[in-house]
């Protein structure tokens, strides 16, 4: 099946600090890939839709100056945490389809995520 | 505005034991459902996908259920073993592609 890699796996940092978290689909192109958190014993919480060379799409209450996403190839998005504090520390995932651009019919394929914690 | 909601919430059964997972919905306007499996700080695995027109999936001891009208679906997991220990998660595309989690179902397999 599709592979989708995500580094790093987990991640401490100091309050204050960025972080940025990769995503690449490894033997398929993405034109679209989601970005998920998820807080311990809870589901994952859709953050924001990567679009291959425009602007994400942000979910409600989720602060775009914060979570800066890029999507700059077909093959690669990435998420950085901003000026991170205590209260974004999170699993954070990544998803892309398979279909070379996205069709509601297709599945998703995830990331292993990134355990971020924040100090 | 979909929403999922899985019941139950956790699970623990014997080794051998067939059960079911609960997954439903409040937007019958869905084009697929999907369940998951996620292990401990990992990432998610598909375990079967059902299209909007499609009433079941299988996959080995796994049988996936879709009464769209209903909005509802049902994972039954037959013969449980302990390597069945995870949280089971279900999903739902929905207009404009996006996937909605429901809170899964954390599932204990005791041998």
């Known amino acids: 099946g599709a592979v989708v890699s995500q580094h790093p796996s987990w991640v401490i940092c100091k309050s204050g600090t960025s972080v940025k978290i990769e995503c690449r689909s490894l033997?398929?192109?993405?034109?679209?890939m989601f970005w998920y958190r998820q807080f311990p014993k809870q589901s994952l919480m859709l953050m924001a839709t990567?679009?291959?060379?425009?602007?994400?799409?942000?979910e409600q209450g989720v602060e775009k100056d914060k979570f800066l996403i890029n999507h700059a190839s077909l093959t690669l998005s990435t998420l950085t945490v901003t000026s991170a504090h205590p209260e974004d520390s999170s699993f954070y995932i990544c998803?892309?389809?398979?279909?070379?651009?996205?069709?509601?019919?297709?599945?998703?394929?995830f990331g292993s995520g990134t355990q971020l914690s924040v100090l | 505005k979909q929403e999922v909601t899985q019941i139950p919430a956790a699970l623990s059964v014997p080794e051998g034991e067939n059960l079911v997972l609960n997954c439903s919905f409040t937007?019958?306007?869905?084009?697929?459902l999907q369940w998951f499996r996620q292990d401990p700080g990992k990432g998610l695995t598909s375990l079967l996908l059902?299209?909007?027109?499609?009433r079941e999936q299988t996959s080995g001891r796994l049988n996936a259920s879709l009464d769209k009208s209903s909005g509802r679906s049902t994972l039954y997991i037959a013969a449980s073993q302990p390597g069945d220990s995870a949280t089971y998660l279900c999903?739902?595309?929905?207009?404009?592609?996006?996937?909605?989690f429901g809170q899964g179902t954390e599932l204990s397999v005791k041998p």
């Open positions: 998803s892309a389809s398979s279909g070379g651009s996205l069709g509601t019919n297709e599945k998703l394929f």
């Open positions: 033997d398929f192109q993405a034109t679209t």
């Open positions: 990567s679009n291959e060379g425009s602007k994400a799409t942000y």
């Open positions: 937007d019958s306007a869905i084009y697929n």
């Open positions: 059902i299209q909007s027109s499609q």
């Open positions: 999903a739902v595309r929905s207009q404009g592609g996006k996937l909605i």
